[in-house]
T-cell receptor
Framework: QKEVEQDPGPLSVPEGAIVSLNCTYSNSAFQYFMWYRQYSRKGPELLMYTYSSGNKEDGRFTAQVDKSSKYISLFIRDSQPSDSATYLCAMTPPSGAGSYQLTFGKGTKLSVIP | NAGVTQTPKFQVLKTGQSMTLQCAQDMNHNSMYWYRQDPGMGLRLIYYSASEGTTDKGEVPNGYNVSRLNKREFSLRLESAAPSQTSVYFC?????????????FGDGTRLSIL
């Protein structure tokens, strides 16, 4: 079993839809969780950064962490064509061995259709 | 505000040739990283440097060497390129408050080895 599982998609939605992107993980030591957005032929760009369980909102984006289920989500409200990209989840344990190493999901490719 | 700059953006090599990928960041970050991204494999860490003067192996270090030239620059060298090293290479850096900080990526070097 991979440490981080993410459905690669592709996921296609109409403009204005609510999008839900998800990752599951197996390592209970993970404490820091991130979502990156990657446009075609560009580097990953940090979108959201959360610590431990709970919700964090930033504009149209909400990141949710459920450590008891080892499950994280990214919700995009009122999706726009400019949201079309690949979304990668990433996570890392607390300070100590391995804490410099992000473990990434393989990414979900999202297309928002006008 | 350049962030993380990688050179070159594209390169084609023949098997057995050597080359160095360059990376520089202007965010005064302590930590720097080299990843490769392959279809179906996601982002995998090759080497990282937690601070100037230190380097450590990541998940896939074989066939690569790195040099942390100074706080700004971190280079990746392929001594004898192989077709299996055809990939997109990303450099990243993270803040100086210790581990677990979000990583900021460059736009990648697309490397083909024939």
């Amino acid at each position: 079993q991979k440490e981080v599982e993410q459905d690669p998609g592709p996921l296609s939605v109409p403009e204005g839809a609510i999008v839900s992107l998800n990752c599951t993980y197996s390592n209970s030591a993970f404490q820091y969780f991130m979502w990156y957005r990657q446009y075609s032929r560009k580097g990953p760009e940090l979108l959201m950064y959360t610590y431990s369980s709970g919700n964090k909102e930033d504009g149209r984006f909400t990141a949710q962490v459920d450590k008891s289920s080892k499950y994280i989500s990214l919700f995009i409200r009122d999706s726009q064509p400019s949201d079309s990209a690949t979304y990668l989840c990433a996570m890392t344990p607390p300070s100590g061995a391995g804490s410099y190493q992000l473990t990434f999901g393989k990414g979900t490719k999202l297309s928002v259709i006008p | 505000n350049a962030g993380v700059t990688q050179t070159p953006k594209f390169q084609v090599l023949k098997t057995g040739q050597s080359m160095t990928l360059q990376c520089a960041q202007d965010m005064n970050h302590n930590s720097m990283y080299w990843y490769r991204q392959d279809p179906g494999m996601g982002l995998r860490l090759i080497y990282y440097s937690a601070s100037e003067g230190t380097t450590d192996k990541g998940e896939v270090p074989n066939g690569y060497n790195v040099s942390r030239l100074n706080k700004r620059e971190f280079s990746l060298r392929l001594e004898s390129a192989a077709p299996s090293q055809t990939s997109v290479y990303f450099c990243a850096s993270s803040g100086d408050r210790g581990p677990n900080q979000p990583q900021h990526f460059g736009d990648g070097t697309r490397l083909s080895i024939l």
